[in-house]
């Protein structure tokens, strides 16, 4: 995935390749918390480390948001689910079976 400039500044502030996962994001927000929580160092560098982490969590927040906004699963993955849902479906009752197909089509959009 292609990612824009500005994006690609935010993963290296902290600390990823350009274009990482939301999974490698959520566990670099988790390291950096940890690294720089402002309980962690003495009460004079309290307010820039909190500073510090708010500009952490906004940073990882835009990068969840751009990857959520921009990434799109794969046909194989929707058809796949798609496609073992009305398997499940043939077997089941008619009411069963509407209920199946709703779910796929809420599940895939």
Do not use: F
């Amino acid at each position: 995935m292609r990612t824009n400039t500005n994006y690609d500044e935010l993963y290296s502030y902290i600390g990823l390749e350009p274009g990482a996962p939301p999974n490698a994001i959520k566990s670099a927000k988790k390291r950096l918390n940890l690294k720089y929580h402002p309980d962690r160092y003495p009460a004079s560098e309290q307010l820039r480390r909190t500073k510090q982490l708010q500009a952490i969590n906004e940073a990882v927040q835009q990068l969840l948001d751009y990857w959520n906004a921009n990434h799109v699963a794969p046909p194989s993955e929707t058809k796949n689910v798609v496609g073992l849902l009305g398997l499940l479906a043939e077997r089941w009752s008619p009411s069963a079976r509407a209920a199946v197909s709703w779910g796929a089509l809420c599940w895939c959009s």
